[in-house]
């Protein structure tokens, strides 16, 4: 079964996918201006310590469990669980990822439109205002046809990287463009924090306002270190599955996340001084990428234009990697399961999926323009996929892999995939640590979170 499926062909690769799938627009998007919204670096401390103590060992249990059966979330619940209802908690996370990405596909497609405007250089212009750039991304996603084109364009991207496989799509993308995201990422950071009237945005960042820091950004900052590591949907124990048999999994979750939080901390460098010395609002919300940084980049380039073209594309080329290095991770969830269960081919699974989230994607972005009177409980079709999937199908997910794995397998089975029978010395010493975090910790954590959400 694992020859079949393939598999990661080294640590790296394997750390190159999984950092992949982590790092997405969650961490260049939501992150910076989640922190400009909720006190800077009081945010940034709450959001570390979340990740290392709440999220790494939903990864791990994540991981456990697709590395433990090399099969996808359904088949690896029916598989340690046999004849019990826990493989309906496995199609739910097939479904969920795909929700997500028909409404990720979306935000996509506008990173191909601003990764294009940057190449015909429309951020050059320092006479363009603020007003003018929100203008120009709200007639665009308003408009009926040319996200939808954008939608597809990103979907089939996304398609064609499935249908090559493990080793010669996912691993061969990854491993190439994850590196390059980081030193993207860097080149812009560098630019941001020397520009003149960066160093306050550089303070924001380093000096925590713990004033600021109330229990709404608490969760918030816990719930974002949830969403960036892309926890609770499948994407990870699928990924897990095509690990080699004698894979670490510490090391892997370790350095997952290590790469995950550093880029994100990074992202922000990268953009928060930049909007301080711009004199923007720290906390300018969802459209800090879309709108605000068109504007910071044209205000950029009344000195030196030809520099600020160079960092625009710089900018939204990353935002587009980052984009198709996450949203892979959630269609391969999906296919995992056609090929595995349903014994389809890896084309017609990816095929089918590419319909379904092409599809709803269709009425997601609509949901800007000729949709945008259609609500679901209150909210647009997009707002509904989204609060649906973020607020309570990914933590009822996680919860459900940490309950499993703390409270349903058997203590000497987890330690076992753990500890490869007990060869890794390392990972020997601070299992029980690990256990205790996964059975105990963390679903308490994610319980508080889940409650909050239903009571916001």
Known sequence: MVKERGN????????????????????????????GQNGGAAFILVYLFSAIFLCIPIFLAESIIGKRTHLSTFGA??????????KWMGFLT??????????????????????????????????VGMEEHSAVFGRFISSAWTPLVFHTVFLL????????????????????????????????????????????????????????????ALLSAMGQAFFSLSLG????????????????LLATGFFTAIFDLLFA???????????????????????????TLPFIFSTMGADAPWLCDVVSILFFLTILFA????????????????????????????????????????????SFGPLKDVHVFGMTIFDA???????????????????????????????????????????????NVVYFFIRYVAPAAIIVIFISNLLM
């Open 8 to 35: 990661f062909n080294s640590r790296f690769t394997a750390i190159m996918a999984m950092a992949g799938s982590a790092i997405g627009l969650g961490n260049i998007w939501r992150f910076p201006y989640m922190v």
């Open 94 to 127: 097939v479904f969920t990822p795909l929700i997500i990405l028909s409404y990720y596909s979306v935000v996509g497609g506008w990173s191909i439109e601003y990764f294009l405007k940057s190449l015909t250089l429309s951020f050059s212009d320092p006479a």
């Open 157 to 216: 991207i996304n398609a064609v990287v499935i249908v090559f496989g493990v080793r010669g799509g996912i691993e061969r993308f990854t491993k190439l463009t994850t590196p390059v995201l980081f030193v993207l990422i860097v080149l812009i950071m560098l630019y941001s924090v020397n520009l003149p009237g960066a160093k306050a945005g550089i303070d924001y960042l380093i000096h925590p306002d713990f004033s600021k820091l109330t229990g709404s």
């Open 265 to 291: 901390i990074i992202a922000g460098f990268a953009i928060m001084p930049a909007v301080f010395a711009a004199g923007i609002e720290p906390g300018a919300g969802p459209g800090l990428i879309f709108e």
């Open 385 to 431: 996929c989204d609060h649906l999937t973020s607020d309570f199908l990914m933590t009822f997910g996680s919860l459900l892999f940490v309950f499993f794995v703390g409270w349903k397998m058997k203590k000497a089975d987890v330690r076992d995939e753990f500890t490869n029978g007990g060869s890794l010395r390392l990972n020997r010493k601070v299992f």
């Open 323 to 366: 984009a198709l290095t996450s949203s892979i991770s959630m269609l391969e969830v999906g296919v995992a399961y056609l090929v595995d269960q349903r014994k389809m081919s890896r084309t017609r699974a990816t095929i089918l999926l590419f319909a379904g989230c092409w599809a709803l994607g269709v009425l997601c972005s609509l």
């Open 77 to 86: 619940m029916d598989k340690l669980a046999p004849g019990t209802r826990w």
């Open 233 to 248: 949907v499948g994407c990870i124990l699928t990924y897990a599955s095509y690990l080699k048999s004698d894979e670490d």
